[in-house]
C-alpha cells in the first residue's frame, strides 16, 4: 500500500495543487492509512515516515504527526529506538502544523523520560529543541524559548559520536546541530538583547556562516537570519543585499521557504525605512505566501511579524481611524481572503453573512451606533483564529477526532491574541465567546452567561453554518428547521433577548 500512496501523492507539492476533486481522494487515502495505523495486531508500515513528510507538504501535518504517533506505539516497549525515533518524527511534522496545549504537555513528559535514560540521549537536545520551537513561536514566551535552545545546544555538544547520534535519531548529528543554533538565533532576533545576548547572536552566525556552507536549506536559513540580525541592530543596506542574494542563488525547491521568509524581510525593511504602503504590500505578500505553502510554522511566525508592524504603525491613531486603517491597507480583506483560500467549507462568505446577521440583530435590538459597528468588525473576524488551523483540519470531510476538536476549539484563543495584538481588545473578548454558551456548555473556558454581544455573534454563526450549503456532514437546514431549533435552545443555550433578535433579523435576509 504505501508505494502506490506516494506514487499517487507525488504529484502534490503543496496544498495549492490539491483542487476539490483531488481532495476526496487524498483524504481517503490518508483516513485509510491511519485507520490501518491504529489497528493493534498489524506490521510496520513502510516508509511511514517518507509519507509523514508528504502529508505534511501538502497541508496535513496533524495527520502525519498521527501517523508517526500510532506507529511509535506500536514499537513500544519491543524497539525503544525506533518508537522514540517515529516520536522524534511526528513532533517535526506537528511543530509546523499546530502544536496544541496537549502536544506540548506531552512533549514536557517525554523530557523527563529522556533525562533519565543514557541509551536515549541523543532524543534529548531535539526533544528540547522543539519545545523551544513551541514557546518562541507559537507562543512568544521568548525567555522560556531561550532557556530551552540553550539547553538543547549544550546538551548536542557534549555527543561524542556523530555515527551513534545518527544510527540512533535519524538525523544526521551535523543538521541537527544547525537547526538548533538557526532557532536560537531567530529567537534572538526578535527581542530587545542585552550585551551577552547581542556577543552570543555574533558568535553563533559566525559559526554559522561557516557550518552551512555545504548544505543549501541550512545556509538559506542562515542568510534570513543574518538578514534579519542585520535588521535588529539597524544595518538595512546589508539586509537588502542579503535579500537580493537570496532571491538570486536559492533554487526554486525552497521557495515554499525562501519566498515568504523574502517577502517578511522586505517588509520589515521598507517599515524600518518609514516606506509604510511597501511595508505593508510585502507583510501581506509574505503572509499570503506562507499560507499557500501549508507551513504553519513559517505562517505563524510572519502573521505576528505583520501583526506587529500593523501594530507599531497604529499605536497613537484613535480607535475608530484605526480600524479605518486596517481596512484601507487590506489587513481585514487579507484575513478574508486566508479564510476563504484555507476553509472550503465555510471561509469568506461565512465570515461576511455572520457580520450582515449580527449587523440586522443589533438594528432589531436598538443596539447604539458604536455598539453596532464593533459588533460587526468582531462579527466579521470571529473566525480568524481559524488561520492558525491547518488546511487539511479544517477541510476534513470524516467525522473530527479529539485532537481535531482541540485545534478547532483553539481558534477562538487564537482569534482574541490576534485581536489584542491591533490594540482591538473589545473584538478580541467577543471573538473569545463566540462559541460559549449562556448555560456553559461551550468553549474554550466553559463560562456561564457571556455577554449579549457575543451571543449575537453566536446565534448569527450557528444559524448561518446551519444553513450554509458547504457545511460539514450533514446538509443545509432551511430557515424554519433552524428557527425550531434555535427555539428549543432558548434559555438554556441562548439568550432569550437575542433569539427574539434573530427571529426579527432573518425577514429581512
Not at 197 to 216: G, I
Not at 317 to 342: E, P, Q, T
Not at 416 to 422: A, D, F, M, Q, S
Request: glycine share 4%; with cysteine; net charge positive.
Amino acid at each position: 500500500m504505501p508505494k502506490p500512496i506516494l506514487a499517487y501523492l507525488e504529484q502534490f507539492r503543496t496544498p495549492a495543487d490539491i483542487n476539490r476533486h483531488h481532495f476526496t481522494r487524498v483524504a481517503e487515502i490518508i483516513e485509510n492509512l491511519l485507520s490501518i495505523a491504529r489497528e493493534k495486531r498489524r506490521e510496520p508500515i513502510p516508509d511511514a515516515i517518507t509519507i509523514a513528510r508528504k502529508f505534511r507538504d501538502i497541508g496535513a501535518p496533524m495527520e502525519a504527526y498521527k501517523l508517526l504517533k500510532a506507529e511509535s506505539d506500536y514499537y513500544g516497549d519491543n524497539n525503544s529506538i525506533e518508537k522514540w525515533r517515529c516520536r522524534f518524527f511526528a513532533y517535526g511534522v506537528v511543530n509546523i502544523g499546530h502544536p496544541t496545549e496537549s502536544i506540548r504537555l506531552e512533549l514536557e513528559a517525554h523530557v523527563r523520560v529522556l533525562r533519565k535514560s543514557d541509551q536515549l540521549m541523543c532524543f534529548l537536545p531535539l526533544f528540547l529543541n522543539f519545545i523551544g520551537n513551541i514557546e518562541h513561536v507559537y507562543k512568544e514566551r521568548y525567555d522560556r524559548a531561550e532557556q530551552l535552545y540553550s539547553d538543547a545546544q549544550q546538551l548536542i555538544k557534549k555527543i561524542t559520536s556523530k555515527n551513534k547520534f545518527k544510527s540512533t535519531t535519524g538525523l544526521d548529528y551535523d543538521l541537527a546541530v544547525n537547526m538548533i543554533m538557526n532557532n536560537y538565533v531567530e529567537l534572538l532576533t526578535h527581542i530587545d538583547r542585552n550585551k551577552l545576548q547581542d556577543k552570543d547572536l555574533v558568535t553563533m552566525l559566525r559559526v554559522l556562516a561557516r557550518r552551512t556552507r555545504q548544505n543549501e536549506y541550512g545556509h538559506l536559513l542562515f542568510r534570513i537570519n543574518m538578514a534579519r540580525a542585520d535588521i535588529s541592530r539597524g544595518d538595512l543596506t546589508n539586509a537588502s543585499a542579503i535579500v537580493d542574494e537570496i532571491i538570486k542563488y536559492t533554487p526554486d525547491k525552497y521557495s515554499r521557504h525562501s519566498l515568504p521568509a523574502v517577502n517578511k524581510i522586505k517588509a520589515l525593511i521598507h517599515t524600518e525605512k518609514g516606506e509604510i504602503t511597501e511595508g505593508v504590500r510585502y507583510a501581506l505578500d509574505a503572509f499570503s505566501n506562507s499560507a499557500y505553502y501549508g507551513n504553519s510554522l513559517e505562517e505563524t511566525d510572519i502573521l505576528f511579524t505583520l501583526l506587529n508592524i500593523f501594530k507599531e504603525l497604529s499605536k497613537d491613531i484613535k480607535k475608530n481611524a484605526k480600524i479605518d486603517f486596517f481596512r484601507n491597507s487590506g489587513l481585514i480583506d487579507a484575513f478574508i481572503r486566508i479564510l476563504s483560500y484555507k476553509d472550503w467549507h465555510l471561509g469568506a462568505e461565512h465570515s461576511i453573512n455572520v457580520a450582515h446577521l449580527a449587523r440586522l440583530i443589533t438594528e432589531q435590538l436598538h443596539f447604539s451606533e458604536s455598539n453596532k459597528q464593533l459588533i460587526n468588525l468582531a462579527s466579521l473576524l470571529h473566525d480568524v483564529g481559524k488561520i492558525m488551523i491547518p488546511w487539511y483540519t479544517l477541510n476534513k470531510v470524516t467525522p473530527l477526532d479529539d485532537l481535531d476538536w482541540e485545534l478547532f476549539r483553539d481558534h477562538t484563543i487564537e482569534g482574541c491574541r490576534i485581536l489584542k495584538k491591533l490594540g482591538l481588545d473589545a473584538e478580541a473578548e467577543i471573538v473569545l465567546r463566540h462559541h460559549e454558551r449562556i448555560d456553559g456548555s461551550g468553549y474554550p473556558h466553559g463560562i456561564t452567561n457571556p455577554s449579549i454581544k457575543a451571543q449575537i455573534i453566536a446565534l448569527s454563526d450557528v444559524f448561518d453554518a446551519a444553513t450554509s450549503t458547504g457545511r460539514r456532514y450533514r446538509d443545509a437546514k432551511s430557515t424554519r428547521e433552524m428557527v425550531s431549533e434555535i427555539e428549543r435552545k432558548e434559555g438554556h443555550r441562548f439568550h432569550p433577548t437575542v433569539v427574539k433578535g434573530l427571529k426579527k433579523a432573518i425577514s429581512f435576509l
